[in-house]
T-cell receptor
Framework: DAGITQSPRYKITETGRQVTLMCHQT?????MFWYRQDLGHGLRLIYY???????DKGEVPDGYVVSRSKTENFPLTLESATRSQTSVYFC???????????FGPGTRLLVL | EDQVTQSPEALRLQEGESSSLNCSYT??????LFWYRQDPGKGPEFLFT???AGEEKEKERLKATLTKKESFLHITAPKPEDSATYLC????????????FGKGITLSVRP
């Protein structure tokens, strides 16, 4: 049971470059989420998706783009990375009708 | 605006020394309160969901309780392997899946 996987696990990039973080889940959960975690802040929601082709903004969406063409995948793209986007990014998912979210292992992103 | 405050920020216990972690929240109608455990370099691991005041849930040495303003995570006779950061989150009615997280409590249990 693979659950949720994220790739890459670590990424170093430069300011202005485009970066895509991948999230894949094997549970067929309808809902998927992207969070970022920074020192001094709790986990903050970037974007979420209720189903394929349905996405919505969270608390901190600026500078990020998401898509969801297949239920199992939910990529997060930083179109032009900035230093303030250095963070740990977590993907999560949940079943429709239940509230508990289950998290992936995270991607550590450093923007130089 | 929904708010979650966890205290203390850090807690050091001796093995076997029971204690409680606090999560105070302000939300316009609680849909659910969640506790997660997070180990260094890993994603949050689900522990409990509580839905209404008075509800309690237990798992091994952990017991979560809920009132209308706060939740407690009681740790009975902790072991070093209980060392982790414990996260609390709330979901408000009509929040459309949005969880509001606290900053977490880092627990260290010395053998």
């Amino acid at each position: 049971d693979a659950g949720i996987t994220q790739s890459p696990r670590y990424k170093i990039t430069e300011t202005g470059r485009q970066v895509t973080l991948m999230c894949h889940q094997t549970w067929s959960h309808s809902y998927m989420f992207w969070y970022r975690q920074d020192l001094g802040h709790g986990l903050r929601l970037i974007y979420y998706s209720a189903a394929a082709d349905i996405t919505d903004k969270g608390e901190v969406p600026d500078g990020y783009v998401v898509s969801r063409s297949k239920t199992e995948n939910f990529p997060l793209t930083l179109e032009s990375a900035t230093r303030s986007q250095t963070s740990v990014y977590f993907c999560a998912s949940r079943i429709s009708g239940q509230e508990t979210q289950y998290f992936g292992p995270g991607t550590r992103l450093l923007v130089l | 605006e929904d708010q979650v405050t966890q205290s203390p920020e850090a807690l050091r216990l001796q093995e076997g020394e029971s204690s409680s972690l606090n999560c105070s929240y302000t939300v316009s109608g609680l849909r659910g309160l969640f506790w997660y455990r997070q180990d260094p370099g890993k994603g949050p691991e689900f522990l409990f969901t509580l839905y209404s005041a008075g509800e309690e849930k237990e798992k091994e040495r952990l017991k979560a309780t809920l009132t209308k303003k706060e939740s407690f995570l009681h740790i009975t006779a902790p072991k070093p392997e209980d060392s982790a950061t414990y996260l609390c989150a709330v979901q408000a009615d009509g929040a459309n899946s949005k969880l509001t997280f606290g900053k977490g409590i880092t627990l260290s249990v010395r053998p």
